[in-house]
């Protein structure tokens, strides 16, 4: 077989002076070493598919990490998935990803060849810096809409990858160009020689400096041996290899500059690309800092944000409820609401029911510092015997344990006395005690003690629920005693003169509405008043519009008149509907309030006997006023008002 460019002179010859040949060559150089060329036709992708589908991947391929067809379909879409051996390797790249953010860790760069450096490691520092990995484990949405800003991320820079490449390319001269910039005296040249440098410059980059360096040796040395020879034919042949000589240097010289020309291309090429990626990724964590920011403070002010993650906004738009104003004001009643006790027994009180009532299937909580108060199981407060567990009590030890002591302990047997006792007729004295050890008594005694030392027995587990414990929901249902709770009416005065610490507390009362209807699984409605028919509705939901709608409430402040007449009528109006029958009312004022009229009086009184209303008031003031006596069957006075940086005789 005969390997290009070592084929009969001749042909050799007709090869090198054909254009389709030397383009051929031009396009294999091109190839890097790192990369395998196949001899089969690459297939495009995009050829005959216009959407993903299963059947490229091949039977092999196994989806373990469940990518949707959407991400598969952008993950074929890219610029450099170029064929399907391409978007397999790709696809297990992703595969990889996915799984290691599902156990709430980064893939180790070792293990994942996809995306091409140096975006993978600035985007693996940046998700480090972000710590997305705690929320990929625990939130399966925001694992989702990250592969999907990831692919977007990598269609970015495989675009500039793609435009840095052609900008490259144009800047190199064409292999025609460059076979008229040899020198002039190269056509005069003999046909061996010419012959020759033709070889010499169609063989392959890795060899031909070598090559040419020999060539250059053995002209020099025939050059000598043939001037001594023929000393007197000096003329015509000494000038020939001297044109000779200075054509192999010349064409060394343009060798080393076209090796430099092509390391400094390919170092422009390299910086071009590290400062696309460092733009990209940048921009990228730069977007996501505020969000996950935001993301850590709603995750402490409510238990799941599952429903706050769902729709089609997502978690992380430029434009929406992760980057807009009020998590500050949220994060900071969040805060003092873990001293404000009053305010969730106040909460827990309303909708006709409270406590922990019967035992019914409802979401597990767990004891979690910093969360919202709710009842949690615990060993303090033994009622009842749940199962096994490991203590250092006795009281508690199983029999199992009472019979590893017990093999310990030393045993008594009666012994006959002499034949003087017997004689002198003494029966007492003629029996004795005598103690003695089972075999491994002393063993099983030290077993205990060491047992009991590190609270190892198996013992029964007795425990009871807590009230108002700090906890945390887990997402499963459990039998605990939860009582069914009514909805939650809350009537809020925002008039001027609720402005300072007054207003921090309307505000934490909202918040503790919308965490506690959260939790206890119940309806919860908000009137905002001022002026007459100045009142502003919000449904206190735990999902994306609501909390958006929040988040303008607390970034808002208070002012204008008060006129409680017209938010009370709405709240008897939503009362006729069936789901809000149970519902209480709660009115946050500084009783600064006009008399209410006799015709609400009557109504109220009405759904107080037809319903069983209840009315809840809440003073923010020191003074009880007249006018809240007669609305209100229940009168509260807010006295916690070190909690909220104000001192009580200001109110």
């Known amino acids: 077989m005969l390997r290009c460019g070592q084929g009969h002179p001749q042909q050799q010859q007709q090869q090198q002076h054909c254009p389709a040949w030397r383009a051929h060559r031009q396009c294999f150089r091109s190839f890097k070493p790192t990369i395998a060329v196949s001899r089969r036709p690459i297939v495009r992708v995009r050829a005959n598919y216009d959407t993903f589908n299963t059947d490229l991947l091949g039977p092999h391929f196994h989806n373990r990490a469940r990518i949707s067809d959407e991400v598969m379909n952008s993950l074929m879409e890219l610029p450099g998935t170029t064929g399907i051996v391409e978007l397999r390797s790709r696809a297990e790249a992703l595969t990889t990803w996915k799984l290691s953010l599902q156990k709430g860790v980064l893939p180790q760069p070792e293990e994942v060849e996809w995306p091409m450096e140096p975006f993978k490691t600035k985007f693996m520092h940046a998700l480090r810096n972000l710590e997305m990995a705690r929320f990929t484990r625990r939130y399966p949405v925001v694992l989702e809409t990250l592969m999907k800003q990831m692919l977007s991320l990598?269609?970015?820079?495989?675009?500039?990858?793609?435009?840095?490449?052609?900008?490259?390319?144009?800047k190199r001269p064409p292999p025609q160009q460059q076979a008229q910039q040899s020198p002039q005296g190269q056509q005069q040249?003999?046909?061996?020689?010419?012959?020759?440098?033709?070889?010499?410059?169609?063989?392959?980059?890795?060899?031909?400096?070598?090559?040419?360096?020999?060539?250059?040796?053995?002209?020099?040395?025939q050059a000598i041996k043939d001037s001594m020879n023929q000393q007197g034919q000096q003329g015509t042949q000494g000038k020939q290899i001297q044109i000779s000589l200075e054509q192999m240097e010349g064409k060394q010289a343009g060798q080393a500059g076209n090796d430099t020309a092509d390391e400094e291309a390919t170092e422009a090429l390299a910086r071009k690309l590290e400062e696309a990626a460092e733009q990209i990724v940048s921009d990228f964590e730069k977007g996501m800092a505020e969000v996950m920011d935001n993301l850590e403070k709603a995750q402490l002010a409510f238990d799941d944000l599952s429903e706050l993650l769902e729709g089609q906004e997502g978690y992380a738009l430029s434009q929406g409820t992760w980057q807009r104003d009020g998590w500050r004001e949220l994060d900071d009643l969040r805060r003092k609401l873990e001293n404000l006790k009053e305010l969730r027994e106040l909460v827990r009180s309303l909708g006709r029911s409270g406590g922990k009532g019967p035992l019914r299937r409802a979401p597990e909580e767990v004891d979690a510092p910093r969360y919202p108060a709710g009842v949690v199981r615990s060993p303090l407060q033994p009622e009842e015997v749940r199962g096994l567990t490991r203590s250092g009590e006795l009281s508690r030890m199983l029999p199992s344990e009472m019979a590893l002591l017990a093999?310990?302990?030393p045993r008594k047997v009666a012994t006959a006395a002499g034949n003087t006792a017997i004689a002198q007729g003494d029966v007492s004295a003629s029996i004795q005690e005598e103690e003695y050890y089972l075999p491994g008594a002393h063993a099983a005694r030290m077993l205990h003690r060491v047992r009991r030392a590190e609270r190892m027995l198996l013992s029964y587990e007795r425990c009871g629920w807590l009230d108002d414990t700090p906890s945390r929901l887990t997402g499963r249902q459990e039998i605990r005693p939860a009582a069914e709770m009514g909805p939650i009416i809350l009537c809020l005065d925002t008039s001027g003169s609720m402005r300072g610490a007054r207003e921090v507390v309307a505000k934490a009362l909202a918040l503790e509405c919308m965490r506690g209807a959260h939790r206890q699984q119940r309806p919860c409605y908000l009137y905002a008043f001022s002026g007459p028919e100045q009142v502003q509705e919000l449904e206190l939901s735990v999902d994306v519009r609501s909390l958006d709608k929040l988040l303008g409430f607390l970034s808002c402040s208070f002012m204008g008149g008060t006129d409680v007449d017209r938010p009370l009528q709405l709240s008897l109006e939503r009362?006729?509907?069936?789901?809000?029958?149970?519902?209480?009312?709660?009115m946050v004022t500084d009783g600064e309030i006009a008399p209410p009229s006799e015709a609400l009086l009557e109504a109220i009184c009405k759904a107080h006997d037809d319903l069983g209303l209840e009315v809840h008031g809440l003073l923010v003031s020191s003074q009880v006023s007249a006018s809240m006596d007669k609305l209100c069957t229940h009168l509260h006075v807010f006295k916690s008002w070190s909690a909220v940086g104000a001192e009580s005789w200001m109110y």
Do not use: N
């Open 407 to 409: 093999h310990g302990w």
């Open 154 to 170: 990598v269609h970015d820079f495989e675009l500039q990858l793609l435009e840095a490449q052609a900008q490259q390319q144009q």
């Open 189 to 221: 040249q003999q046909p061996q020689q010419g012959e020759a440098g033709e070889q010499g410059q169609d063989g392959d980059q890795g060899g031909e400096a070598q090559q040419e360096q020999e060539m250059t040796q053995e002209m020099l040395e």
């Open 575 to 586: 009362l006729q509907k069936d789901e809000w029958s149970q519902a209480d009312i709660l």
